[in-house]
Structure formats: structure tokens, C-alpha cells
């Protein structure tokens, strides 16, 4: 069974930087789309970054330029390097995929449960 397991949360202080990392596990036969969400207190999950096929990364707007997504060669860990974080920064972060795995007919979305980031100012 695939699971998704994050960790790197804790407590940081504005203007800090945290890193974030998704470790998969599980027999996949391979990954579409990986990426980050997160969901403050009374907001919606919201998209932070992604990386699509081929490789292509994308940003929440609220995020460009501070916050950066990157992947191990075989698409199965990812990371969530966070600089520059602000007290809005703080949220629940999940971690999320598309993949394929093992006795699943086709993709579909598998999701963490979740690390939390508290910025303090």
C-alpha cells in the first residue's frame, strides 16, 4: 500500500527558513504529479507548488521566489525548501501525488497526513 509520509514542520521564527520532505513507500510504477498543498485554520487547502511532467515547476503567487519544490531522480521523495516564511505562511502542509501504483487500474491521488509549520513573529 502507498503511503505519502511528510516531515520538517516545527516552529520558525519570521524571516527563517524550514525544509520540508515527502518520502514515498509503497511498490509505484510511477508518479505523475507531486506537490505541496496547505490549509490554515477556517481557509481551503490551497495548491503551494508542483512539479508536472516533465518537470515542470509551478508557485502559488503568495509564495514565488521564496518558496522552492524539488524531486529526487527517481520522482519517489520530494522537498519543500521554504525561505523568507512569514506568520501567513503558517499552516498544515501536506504533501501530494498522482501516481500509479500496484494494484491500482490508473492513477489517482494519494495525499499525506500532513506536517505543521508555525511561523512566529
Known amino acids: 500500500q502507498v503511503q505519502l509520509v511528510e516531515s520538517g514542520g516545527g516552529v520558525v521564527q519570521s524571516g527563517g527558513s524550514a525544509r520540508l520532505s515527502c518520502v514515498t513507500s509503497?511498490?509505484?510504477?510511477?508518479?505523475?504529479?507531486m506537490g505541496w498543498y496547505r490549509q490554515a485554520p477556517g481557509n481551503q487547502r490551497e495548491l503551494v507548488a508542483n512539479?508536472?511532467?516533465?518537470?515542470?515547476?509551478a508557485y502559488a503567487d503568495s509564495v514565488k521566489g521564496r518558496f522552492t519544490i524539488s524531486r529526487t531522480t527517481n520522482r519517489r521523495t520530494w522537498y519543500l525548501q521554504m525561505n523568507g516564511l512569514r506568520p501567513e505562511d503558517t499552516a498544515v502542509y501536506y504533501c501530494?501525488?498522482?501516481?500509479?501504483?500496484?494494484?491500482?487500474?490508473?492513477?489517482?491521488?494519494?495525499w499525506g497526513q500532513g506536517t505543521q509549520v508555525t511561523v512566529s513573529s
Open positions: 512539479i508536472t511532467r516533465p518537470n515542470t515547476a
Open positions: 501530494h501525488a498522482n501516481l500509479w501504483a500496484r494494484g491500482e487500474p490508473n492513477y489517482r491521488d494519494y
Open positions: 509503497g511498490t509505484i510504477f510511477d508518479v505523475n504529479t
